[in-house]
C-alpha cells in the first residue's frame, strides 16, 4: 500500500532515513516534508520524526488540481460521511473542494471531528499531494524526558531522539542491544516499541539505575555490568550514545572509541547508530575499524556540543 509521510522539520534527513529503515524501501518520493512510498508494514506506533501518516490517494500540479478532483474515484475510498482539509496554502479553497467531492459522493454528511473519511490535501509548491484517513503521532516523548525518570543522567539525549536512532538500525523485531547503556534512554524507548532488550555497561551503579528505570516503565531487559570494547556476543541492531562528559577527559576518547569500533567490526551483523560528539576524529576511527558510515546527522545541544549520529555497517 502506498503511504504518504508527513515529516517533522527539524531534522528532514534523518526524518526521512528513519522512515526508510523502517519500511526497508528504497524507492520513494520526496517533496519538502512529503514523503511518498510503498509498505504494508504500520509504522504509526514507531516513528519519531514523523507527524503523521496517511494512505496516498493522488498526486498532482496545482493547475491541474480541479480536474484531478474531478476524476478520481471518490467512491471507492468513501465510508459513512467526510471532512476535506488543506494545508499550505490559503489560494486553495477547502470549502470548494468538499462541494466538488460531495457532489461526487451524493451529498454525504461531513464530519469534522471524527470523520470516516478524512481527505487531506498537501500543497507544496506546485505540487498537490492528497492523503486518506491520517493518523497523527504522539509517543508521549516529554512524559519520558530523563528528569523525570526515577533514574536519570544529565547528559541523556530526548527520548524522540532516543527513539528514532533505535529506528535507524531498522529493527523491525528481535533483540535491541545497547553496549553502553548508562540509565537506559535507549533501551526505554526500545522496550516500549515491543522489542527484546539487552544492555551492558562498566560500571555497576548505572546498571542499578538502568534496572530501576525499567521496572519504572514495566519493561524487563537482560543488563550486564562488562566492558563495551570486550564483548563478542554476535549482535544484529546495536544502538549506544558513547560516553564524551567531563568524566570521560580521564581517560583516552580515540583509544575508547577505537576499542569500541574494533568489538563492532567483530560482531556487528546488521547495522548500528552510534552518537559521537563533534569534536571527536570519529570518521578516521570508523576506516581504521573498517566499518562503513552509511550516513550521519548532526542534532545542536548547545554552543560547546553538538551529536553527531552515525549509522555504521
Known amino acids: ?17 528513519e522512515v526508510l529503515a523502517l519500511a526497508r524501501s528504497s524507492e520513494f518520493r520526496l517533496q519538502n516534508d512529503i514523503l511518498i512510498l510503498d509498505t504494508n508494514r504500520d509504522l504509526t506506533t514507531r516513528l519519531a520524526q514523523t507527524r503523521s501518516v496517511h494512505e496516498f490517494l493522488f498526486s498532482c500540479s496545482l493547475s491541474s488540481l480541479n480536474s484531478c478532483v474531478e476524476a478520481f474515484p471518490w467512491k471507492k475510498v468513501f465510508k459513512k460521511d467526510f471532512y476535506v482539509g488543506v494545508h499550505g496554502s490559503t489560494a486553495v479553497r477547502t470549502g470548494e473542494l468538499a462541494k466538488s467531492i460531495g457532489e461526487k459522493l451524493g451529498h454525504p454528511p461531513v464530519n469534522v471531528r471524527n470523520s470516516s473519511t478524512r481527505i487531506d490535501f498537501f ?12 493518523v497523527e503521532l504522539s509517543h508521549g516523548y516529554e512524559k519520558r524526558k530523563a528528569h523525570l525518570r526515577p533514574a536519570h543522567h544529565p547528559s541523556s539525549m530526548h527520548p524522540s531522539l532516543a527513539a528514532t536512532m533505535v529506528n535507524l538500525t531498522g529493527i523491525w523485531k528481535g533483540t535491541f542491544v545497547d553496549p553502553m547503556c548508562g540509565t537506559g534512554g535507549l533501551l526505554i524507548e526500545a522496550g516500549l516499541m515491543g522489542l527484546s532488550l539487552r544492555g551492558y555497561d562498566n560500571d555497576p551503579a548505572m546498571i ?13 531487559a537482560t543488563l550486564v555490568v562488562k566492558d563495551a570494547t570486550l ?27 577505537l576499542d569500541f569500533l574494533m568489538m563492532l567490526r567483530r560482531t556487528l551483523r546488521e547495522r548500528a ?26 542534532v545542536y545541544i548547545h554552543k560547546t556540543l553538538t551529536r553527531k549520529v552515525v549509522v555504521l555497517t
Open 231 to 257: 564483548l563478542n556476543t554476535p549482535m544484529k541492531f546495536v544502538a549506544t550514545d558513547v560516553p564524551y562528559g567531563r568524566m570521560t577527559k580521564k581517560i583516552d576518547r580515540s583509544t575508547l572509541y
Open 208 to 220: 542499578r539505575r538502568c534496572q530501576e528505570n525499567m521496572e519504572h516503565f514495566g519493561l524487563d
Open 123 to 134: 500543497v507544496r509548491g506546485k505540487k498537490v499531494f492528497v492523503g486518506l484517513n491520517g
Open 273 to 298: 547508530v552510534v552518537v559521537f560528539p563533534h569534536f571527536a576524529r570519529y570518521d578516521q576511527l570508523i576506516v581504521r575499524a573498517k566499518l562503513k558510515k552509511v550516513s550521519e546527522y548532526s
Open 1 to 17: 500500500m502506498k503511504k504518504l509521510f508527513v515529516l517533522k522539520k527539524q531534522f528532514p534527513l534523518m526524518a526521512r532515513d
